[in-house]
C-alpha cells in the first residue's frame, strides 16, 4: 500500500526557512508529477510547487524566488525549500504524487496527510 510520509512543517518567525520532506513508502511502479499544496483556513487547497518526472518546475507566483521544489528518485523523496516566509504562507501543506501502484493500475493521486506550517510576524 502506497503512503505518503511528511515531515518538517513547525512554527518559525517570519524571515526563517523550514524544509518540507515527503517520502513515498511502500511499493510504487512508477512516479510522474509529485508536488506541494497547501489549504489555510476559509480557503482553497492551492498548488504551491510542482516537478515533473523530468524536472520541470513551476510554482505559485507568491513564491516564487522564496520556494524550491526538489526530487530524489533514488529515495522516492520530493522536497520544499521555504525561505523568507511570511505570515501569508501559514497553512497545512500537503505532499501530493501522481504515480502507478503496479503496471497494471491506473495512474492515481496520492496525498500526504499535511503538516503545518506556522509563520509569526
Known amino acids: 500500500q502506497v503512503q505518503l510520509v511528511e515531515s518538517g512543517g513547525g512554527l518559525v518567525q517570519a524571515g526563517g526557512s523550514l524544509r518540507l520532506s515527503c517520502a513515498v513508502s511502500?511499493?510504487?511502479?512508477?512516479?510522474?508529477?509529485m508536488g506541494w499544496y497547501r489549504q489555510a483556513p476559509g480557503k482553497q487547497r492551492e498548488l504551491v510547487a510542482g516537478?515533473?518526472?523530468?524536472?520541470?518546475?513551476n510554482y505559485l507566483d507568491s513564491v516564487k524566488g522564496r520556494f524550491t521544489i526538489s526530487r530524489d528518485n533514488a529515495r522516492n523523496t520530493v522536497y520544499l525549500q521555504m525561505n523568507s516566509l511570511k505570515p501569508e504562507d501559514t497553512a497545512v501543506y500537503y505532499c501530493?504524487?501522481?504515480?502507478?501502484?503496479?503496471?497494471?493500475?491506473?495512474?492515481?493521486?496520492?496525498w500526504g496527510q499535511g503538516t503545518q506550517v506556522t509563520v509569526s510576524s
Open positions: 511502500g511499493s510504487i511502479f512508477s512516479i510522474n508529477a
Open positions: 516537478i515533473t518526472s523530468i524536472g520541470r518546475r
Open positions: 501530493n504524487v501522481e504515480g502507478k501502484a503496479t503496471i497494471l493500475t491506473p495512474t492515481y493521486d496520492y
